[in-house]
């Protein structure tokens, strides 16, 4: 099973709609980070969480990690076609003994 | 500042072959990490080095083997290659270990397999 979840899988929106996309976790994460990914190339780095409650932003991008430290969500304001890409969550596992783990992502398109 | 570099772009090779994958890291990071990224998939760990010590391990077979070298570049080795082992190869470096520190990534190896 996934060790961490996001929601929707797949999302297509309208240019200038706003959307969010959420990433959960069964467990404290500890440190929250959220990566960007056109089509079969590397990974963009957006925004990393750490404390309870912290929210940031960036351009029209905003990420919130919940105070349990198990939700995170990603919210685009104004959507626009260079939004479209693979948005993926990841987090540090050391809690668990383990390393750094990734969500299975969630592909949007933005329609012009 | 260059970014994360990695080689070769693209690979094909047979089943039963062996791969060698290369990662060089931004200048000043000393951590580099691996990962395997199936076609649909978000991407599994492989390793973590840092400081030239393996510092991390995921779920993958012993054909995957790793190193760093003192100029903190890394070498990701797969032996007896699978048809299943055909996937994008994923290097990001990082100024500490993976989770504490922000990772930045190479463009990746596409790995084919036949």
């Known amino acids: 099973s996934q060790e961490l979840e996001q929601s929707p899988q797949s999302l297509i929106v309208q240019e200038g709609k706003n959307l969010t996309i959420n990433c959960t976790s069964s467990k404290t994460l500890y440190g929250l980070y959220w990566y960007k990914q056109k089509y079969g190339e590397g990974l963009i780095f957006l925004m990393m969480?750490?404390?309870?409650?912290e929210e940031k932003s960036h351009e029209k991008i905003t990420a919130k990690l919940d105070e349990k430290k198990q939700q995170s969500s990603l919210h685009i304001t104004a959507s626009q076609p260079s939004h479209a890409g693979i948005y993926l969550c990841g987090a540090d596992k050391k809690n668990y003994g383990q390393n750094f783990v990734f969500g299975p992502g969630t592909r949007l398109s933005v329609l012009p | 500042d260059a970014g994360v570099t990695q080689s070769p772009t693209h690979l094909i090779k047979t089943r039963g072959q062996q791969v060698t994958l290369r990662c060089s890291p931004i200048?000043?990071?000393?951590?580099v990490s691996w990962y395997q990224q199936v076609l649909g998939q978000g991407p599994q760990f492989i390793f973590q080095y840092y400081e030239k010590e393996e510092r991390g391990r995921g779920n993958f077979p012993d054909r995957f083997s790793a190193r760093q070298f003192p100029n903190y570049s890394s070498e990701l080795n797969v032996n007896a290659l699978l048809l299943g082992d055909s996937a994008l190869y994923l290097c990001a470096s990082s100024q500490g270990l993976a989770g504490l520190y922000e990772q930045y990534f190479g463009p990746g190896t596409r790995l084919t397999v036949t």
């Open positions: 200048s000043g990071h000393k951590s």
């Open positions: 969480l750490q404390k309870g409650g």
